[in-house]
Nanobody
Framework: QVQLVESGGGLVQAGGSLRLSCAAS?????????MGWFRQAPGKEREFVAA???????LYADSAKGRNTISRDNAKSTVWLQLNSLKPEDTAVYSC??????????????WGQGTQVTVSS
């Protein structure tokens, strides 16, 4: 089992930034797995934001390229998502997940509860 706990969400004005964190525990082989960030807005499907392999290869959704940065520290079993130039349409619950390096929800096995990001106009 893997436990994932996100933090760092909040209310921010358009154009602002947030840094989301995801701390993993419960599995010694965290370093071997990819980590992903997804988001889900009210009434919408969960969608891919970014992913990172154990050795730092990254993958971004088109909406995230140039504005978001995913990073990880294997020694700390933590992954971050830097959100910049936030827009009201970025408002969603952001969740991290452990699994394969992929954009599909079904490729990830363990999920955190999520952290709310709200962007005001």
């Amino acid at each position: 089992q893997v436990q994932l706990v996100e933090s760092g969400g909040g209310l921010v004005q358009a154009g602002g930034s947030l840094r989301l964190s995801c701390a993993a525990s419960g599995r010694a082989t965290f370093n071997s797995y990819a980590m992903g960030w997804f988001r889900q807005a009210p009434g919408k499907e969960r969608e891919f934001v970014a992913a990172i392999t154990w050795n730092g290869h990254t993958l971004y959704a088109d909406s995230a390229k140039g504005r978001n940065t995913i990073s990880r520290d294997n020694a700390k079993s933590t992954v971050w998502l830097q959100l910049n130039s936030l827009k009201p349409e970025d408002t969603a619950v952001y969740s991290c997940a452990v699994g394969r390096w992929d954009t599909s929800v079904s490729s990830y096995d363990y999920w955190g509860q999520g952290t709310q990001v709200t962007v005001s106009s």
